[in-house]
Protein backbone atom coordinates (compact mmCIF):
# COMPACT_ATOMS: atom_id res chain seq x y z
CA UNK A 1 0.00 0.00 0.00
CA UNK A 2 0.91 3.84 -0.91
CA UNK A 3 0.04 6.25 1.68
CA UNK A 4 -0.03 10.04 0.89
CA UNK A 5 -0.52 12.65 3.68
CA UNK A 6 -1.45 16.13 2.98
CA UNK A 7 -2.80 19.29 4.90
CA UNK A 8 -0.17 20.25 6.93
CA UNK A 9 0.81 24.24 7.00
CA UNK A 10 1.66 27.41 8.87
CA UNK A 11 -1.17 27.91 12.24
CA UNK A 12 -0.92 30.46 15.02
CA UNK A 13 -0.55 28.83 18.38
CA UNK A 14 -4.29 27.71 19.43
CA UNK A 15 -5.42 27.18 15.88
CA UNK A 16 -6.07 23.72 14.24
CA UNK A 17 -5.37 21.74 11.23
CA UNK A 18 -6.51 18.57 10.07
CA UNK A 19 -4.56 16.35 8.42
CA UNK A 20 -5.27 13.69 5.74
CA UNK A 21 -3.76 10.64 5.26
CA UNK A 22 -4.89 8.61 1.86
CA UNK A 23 -4.21 4.77 1.06
CA UNK A 24 -4.04 3.35 -2.42
CA UNK A 25 -4.27 -0.38 -2.63
CA UNK A 26 -6.41 -2.69 -1.04
CA UNK A 27 -6.93 -4.18 2.48
CA UNK A 28 -6.77 -0.84 4.17
CA UNK A 29 -9.58 -1.54 6.52
CA UNK A 30 -7.68 -4.80 7.87
CA UNK A 31 -4.90 -2.66 9.05
CA UNK A 32 -4.88 -0.03 12.18
CA UNK A 33 -3.09 3.25 11.00
CA UNK A 34 -0.76 5.39 12.81
CA UNK A 35 0.36 9.14 12.76
CA UNK A 36 4.16 9.75 14.30
CA UNK A 37 5.95 12.92 13.82
CA UNK A 38 9.60 14.16 13.60
CA UNK A 39 11.48 17.40 14.37
CA UNK A 40 15.33 18.00 12.94
CA UNK A 41 17.38 15.54 15.45
CA UNK A 42 14.97 13.73 17.38
CA UNK A 43 13.18 10.07 16.89
CA UNK A 44 10.40 9.79 14.88
CA UNK A 45 7.65 9.69 18.12
CA UNK A 46 3.79 8.10 18.14
CA UNK A 47 1.18 10.35 17.87
CA UNK A 48 -2.03 8.56 17.69
CA UNK A 49 -3.32 5.36 16.34
CA UNK A 50 -6.77 3.83 15.26
CA UNK A 51 -8.15 0.07 15.22
CA UNK A 52 -10.55 -1.17 17.41
CA UNK A 53 -8.98 1.33 19.73
CA UNK A 54 -7.47 4.83 19.48
CA UNK A 55 -4.50 5.79 21.18
CA UNK A 56 -2.82 8.91 21.72
CA UNK A 57 0.25 10.08 23.12
CA UNK A 58 0.01 11.91 26.67
CA UNK A 59 1.50 15.40 24.45
CA UNK A 60 -1.75 15.22 22.38
CA UNK A 61 -4.81 13.60 24.19
CA UNK A 62 -7.21 15.80 24.45
CA UNK A 63 -6.20 18.19 21.62
CA UNK A 64 -6.15 15.74 19.28
CA UNK A 65 -8.44 13.08 17.37
CA UNK A 66 -7.54 10.78 15.13
CA UNK A 67 -10.58 9.03 12.39
CA UNK A 68 -10.68 6.82 9.75
CA UNK A 69 -13.07 6.68 6.44
CA UNK A 70 -12.54 3.56 5.41
CA UNK A 71 -14.94 4.07 2.21
CA UNK A 72 -12.12 6.40 1.10
CA UNK A 73 -9.32 4.65 2.62
CA UNK A 74 -8.14 7.54 4.59
CA UNK A 75 -7.27 8.67 7.86
CA UNK A 76 -7.80 11.94 9.49
CA UNK A 77 -5.79 13.75 12.64
CA UNK A 78 -7.67 16.63 13.63
CA UNK A 79 -5.21 18.93 15.46
CA UNK A 80 -7.02 21.31 17.81
CA UNK A 81 -5.31 24.06 20.52
CA UNK A 82 -2.22 23.67 18.78
CA UNK A 83 0.97 24.56 20.46
CA UNK A 84 4.81 25.81 18.83
CA UNK A 85 5.95 22.19 20.38
CA UNK A 86 3.04 20.13 17.81
CA UNK A 87 5.78 21.87 15.22
CA UNK A 88 6.85 18.52 12.91
CA UNK A 89 7.04 16.72 10.28
CA UNK A 90 3.67 14.00 10.61
CA UNK A 91 4.21 10.83 8.70
CA UNK A 92 1.28 8.55 8.50
CA UNK A 93 1.73 4.39 8.65
CA UNK A 94 0.53 1.26 8.76
CA UNK A 95 0.65 -0.85 11.51
CA UNK A 96 1.97 -4.10 10.61
CA UNK A 97 2.74 -5.76 14.24
CA UNK A 98 1.20 -8.46 16.67
CA UNK A 99 0.85 -6.65 20.29
CA UNK A 100 -0.73 -4.36 21.90
CA UNK A 101 1.25 -1.91 21.87
CA UNK A 102 1.48 0.54 18.90
CA UNK A 103 4.15 2.70 19.82
CA UNK A 104 6.65 1.01 18.44
CA UNK A 105 8.64 2.25 14.80
CA UNK A 106 9.55 -0.65 13.56
CA UNK A 107 5.64 -2.15 13.62
CA UNK A 108 5.07 -0.03 10.63
CA UNK A 109 5.81 0.10 6.93
CA UNK A 110 4.40 2.07 4.23
CA UNK A 111 5.43 5.57 5.33
CA UNK A 112 4.11 8.18 3.58
CA UNK A 113 6.52 11.57 2.31
CA UNK A 114 5.24 13.68 5.63
CA UNK A 115 3.40 16.88 5.53
CA UNK A 116 5.25 19.73 7.21
CA UNK A 117 3.08 21.24 10.17
CA UNK A 118 4.23 24.77 11.84
CA UNK A 119 2.66 26.44 14.62
CA UNK A 120 3.83 30.20 15.18
CA UNK A 121 3.64 31.60 18.69
Known amino acids: VQLQASGGGLVQAGGSLRLSCAAS????????MAWFRQTPGKEREFVAS?????YYADSVKGRFIIVRDNAKNTVYLQMNSLKPDDTAVYYC??????????????????WGQGTQVTVSS
Open 93 to 110: ARFIGLGALRTRLHEYDS
Open 25 to 32: GRGFRSYD
Open 50 to 54: IGGTS
